[in-house]
């Protein structure tokens, strides 16, 4: 399941912090990690999270408790651009940045079918055509 949190008004530099403590952990484990974390940005990553395992519950998952935080990206929002007056009449630049967050939540597969499918799939990401060698080649046309 999926929550997302457009233009808070953090960097997202701050933002990644928190969201690097809670990568891979399960839900109740990243939320006790956030309420802990001395981060600005702790509060509103534990509400996104709690909100995407609302979002899973309501999506009929049948296990809550094996929910656990797949992805959760931060990437950069709108820059709001201020001017700060400056000595002689100069004028310095002042970056307001915002941040767009995604949690992504998976669900932890318990047992041997669980791993199979896991492998399976995997393989089945890593596995690309394999070219044709000069010697392959060489082979087919000696047979032609």
Same mark, same amino acid.
């Given at each position: 399941?999926?929550?997302?949190?457009?233009?808070?008004?953090?960097?997202?530099?701050?933002?990644?912090?928190?969201?690097?403590?809670?990568?891979?952990?399960?839900?109740?484990?990243?939320?006790?990690? +956030?309420?802990?974390? =001395?981060?600005?940005?702790?509060?509103?990553?534990? %509400?996104?999270?709690?909100?995407? &395992? $609302?979002? /899973?519950?309501?999506?009929?998952?049948?296990?809550?408790?094996?929910?656990?935080?797949?992805?959760?990206?931060?990437?950069?929002?709108?820059?709001?651009?201020?001017?700060?007056?400056?000595?002689?009449?100069?004028?310095?630049?002042?970056?307001?940045?915002?941040?767009?967050? +995604?949690?992504?939540? =998976?669900?932890?597969?318990?047992?041997?079918?669980? %791993?199979?499918?896991?492998?399976? &799939? $995997?393989? /089945?990401?890593?596995?690309?055509?394999?070219?044709?060698?000069?010697?392959?080649?060489?082979?087919?046309?000696?047979?032609?």
């Amino acid at each position: 399941m999926k929550a997302y949190l457009h233009n808070y008004r953090q960097s997202p530099r701050k933002v990644a912090l928190a969201a690097g403590l809670v990568r891979g952990k399960t839900v109740a484990q990243a939320l006790v990690s +956030l309420q802990f974390a =001395g981060k600005r940005a702790s509060s509103p990553v534990s %509400k996104l999270i709690e909100s995407a &395992a $609302a979002n /899973a519950k309501n999506s009929g998952i049948s296990n809550p408790e094996a929910l656990f935080v797949k992805e959760i990206r931060v990437d950069q929002g709108v820059t709001l651009k201020r001017i700060m007056p400056r000595a002689q009449g100069r004028a310095a630049r002042i970056n307001k940045r915002s941040s767009h967050i +995604l949690v992504v939540l =998976g669900e932890k597969m318990d047992g041997k079918a669980g %791993k199979a499918a896991d492998r399976k &799939a $995997a393989k /089945a990401a890593n596995v690309a055509p394999a070219k044709a060698t000069k010697s392959d080649k060489a082979a087919s046309k000696s047979k032609k």
